[in-house]
């Protein structure tokens, strides 16, 4: 989760550009850099590190420019060096990027066979180079960057500078947020509200697939398709802009869509896009650890039963999920090879702080996956796995959840290699399909106008049953914990295999039984749950992907979310199941943001 900005500026632009960088240094701060237009030629100036140390590369060589373009890195793609440092060029062509090109090597080796040379580590180069490329077979600027984002896959923002042209900044999003700032005779983009908030009060927030050229008078945008477009201009203050909704009614509302984001952000973490490889915890093999006991509460009990599948099938490594306020007064029995691990988005969640305890003082490793890196649970553990969310304001959890599955799910993968359940070209092969996640919860955001219909009949129920098989199950529960806590619903979760052991005493046409069931290995034994609930005057909701609703049974209202590997289905089912709670607690009027009797982080017992 990069820090991007641009200003098409009256005056010298390097002292805002690094005022804004700054601003966004909470993004990224592995390495940083600034690039101007003087005299119709691209300078630039990074430096690895935090913003300080471009500060003073910039005091020893000073950058004019009324035009140019920011960066505060945060690494994938390639090691913190000066060298993988934004802005990087090709030709013509300097840009910055937040995201994750994951068919940048195909693209890689092809220009490398057409001749191009490559500076960086970084997926990002590749954009350069196929900018210039098309730039070069005559392309315009803007049909050179349209051209180039029909070739890239991934989740992405990006802002463009080129040579020879003093008056213009291109940009461009798919998964990842950008933002343009409008201001007197100059415009800016940026990551975000926070990035032009110093420069503009005034706002416009870009649509999935747009992208937008800017000079000093006005924005011109465009959507995917490249059809000019216009998007409304929002008054955003300084203040409001450190915790604004932008185009969202509800905080929740834009947690939901920043999930791509914050799984991209989040996987950097743990994984080495470059060479398709997970990123060990210093100190910890998970070839000494003979089975893991989570600890948890609500939402991140469910992450972390969601991960309990995946350390087991791809590592072997039998693993426990307890709810914390249970674990801490039961006296459990574990072994000293036994690691403990606590998840909690604040890290201060006062059961799951008190577990991990006992189980330090009981002599077990102990690890922390939580989301504020500097809280009591990362402070007190062994092992501190940070998950990267950003600032979550909404009470009911989303983005930290699916961080909390992106962590676990390459953590799991980390312990297959280590316990040598997997080898080389097969951590590559499930590396290259995590990268897809961010991508493919971009797409199933894509589900929100079939789920908000969806909505209207929903909100009506009193009682809602939620069914899901194998990793489907968990996320289940977390649905119907979702609903419970935002629409005052009354709603429950089980395992489909459980309907005929007493649930299915529930059915009746009044309540909505929602089935979470891509077509996996589970699918046909689900089907049939399905069509019990229908013959019993039931109606069924079904999550599903394309292939899963070409086979639903006749009578089932099917939301499709795209097709994904197992590994990270939870993931991208996650987006659709959130987005019907909150659309249901919408239609209800109720207080989304703030749910009756809940608080953010529970620090009592």
């Not at 991934?154 to 900044?169: H, P």
């Not at 983005?399 to 390459?410: D, P, S, Y």
């Not at 997997?422 to 897809?436: G, N, R």
Request: charged share 20%; glycine share 8%.
């Amino acid at each position: 989760m990069c820090g991007i900005i641009g200003i098409v500026g009256k005056q010298p632009v390097t002292e805002r550009l690094m005022d804004s960088l700054k601003r966004l240094e909470y993004r990224g701060y592995d390495s940083a850099g600034v690039a101007t237009i003087v005299d119709g030629k691209i300078e630039r100036r990074r430096a690895q590190g935090k913003i300080r140390a471009l500060e003073d590369r910039l005091l020893n060589q000073p950058l004019s420019g009324t035009i140019g373009i920011g960066h505060t890195r945060w690494a994938t793609h390639g090691a913190p060096s000066e060298r993988n440092a934004h802005p990087h060029t090709c030709g013509r062509v300097t840009l910055v990027h937040n995201g994750i090109i994951e068919n940048f090597a195909e693209l890689k080796g092809e220009l490398t066979a057409q001749g191009h040379s490559f500076e960086s580590d970084t997926d990002t180069e590749v954009i350069a180079h196929l900018i210039d490329r098309q730039l070069s077979l005559g392309d315009s600027p803007v049909t050179a960057l349209k051209n180039t984002l029909d070739q890239i896959t991934g989740a992405f923002a990006l802002a463009v500078l080129i040579a020879g042209e003093d008056n213009m900044i291109m940009g461009a999003r798919r998964g990842s947020p950008l933002v343009v700032g409008y201001g007197v005779g100059e415009m800016f983009i940026g990551s975000d509200a926070l990035a032009v908030g110093p420069f503009t009060n005034r706002i416009a927030y870009l649509d999935e697939g747009d992208f937008v050229v800017i000079d000093h008078d006005r924005a011109q945008i465009f959507d995917a398709s490249g059809s000019a477009v216009d998007r409304p201009i929002k008054i955003v203050s300084a203040a409001a802009a450190l915790v604004e909704k932008g185009n969202y009614r509800h905080f929740m509302e834009k947690e939901i869509h920043e999930q791509p984001e914050s799984c991209q952000r989040t996987l950097g973490a743990y994984t080495d896009a470059l060479t398709s490889r997970t990123l060990p915890t210093p100190g910890l093999d998970f070839a000494s650890v003979d089975r893991i006991q989570i600890v948890a509460c609500g939402t991140a009990s469910y992450a972390a039963q969601i991960a309990r599948y995946l350390f087991e099938r791809l590592a072997g490594l039998p693993t426990d999920v307890e709810i914390a306020s249970e674990f801490r007064y039961r006296d459990p029995a574990l072994l000293t090879t036994t690691l403990a691990v606590a998840v909690s988005q604040s890290g201060e969640t006062a059961d799951t702080l008190a577990a991990l305890r006992w189980c330090k003082a009981a002599g077990l490793r102990t690890a922390a996956l939580v989301n504020s890196h500097e809280s009591t649970m990362a402070r007190e553990a062994d092992f501190l796995w940070p998950t990267h969310a950003g600032p979550e304001i909404g009470v009911a959890s989303t983005k930290a959840f699916t961080a909390q599955i992106t962590a676990l799910t390459a953590l799991a993968v980390t312990a297959a290699v280590q316990r040598g359940r997997i080898d080389a070209s097969q951590e590559a092969k499930l590396v290259k399909i995590l990268l897809e996640a961010p991508r493919l919860i971009a797409a199933s955001l894509k589900t929100e106008e079939a789920v908000r219909a969806l909505a209207i009949d929903t909100a009506k129920a009193r009682d809602v049953l939620y069914l899901g098989r194998g990793p489907m199950y968990p996320l289940a529960l977390e649905g119907a914990l979702k609903l419970k806590e935002i629409s005052y619903i009354h709603a429950e979760g089980y395992a489909a295999g459980e309907l005929k052991h007493g649930p299915i005493a529930l059915v009746d046409e009044a309540t909505p039984v929602i089935i979470i069931a891509p077509h996996d290995s589970f699918f046909e034994k689900t089907a049939s749950n399905m069509s019990e609930v229908i013959a019993r005057g039931g109606r069924v909701i079904l999550f599903t992907d394309e292939e899963g609703g070409a086979h639903a049974p006749a009578g089932v209202r099917v939301v499709i979310a795209p097709s994904s590997d197992p590994l990270i289905t939870p993931l991208v089912m996650s987006a659709p199941i959130q987005m019907l709670a909150y659309y249901v607690a919408v239609q209800k009027g109720a207080d989304v943001d703030q749910p009756r009797n809940l608080a953010k982080s529970v620090t009592v017992e």
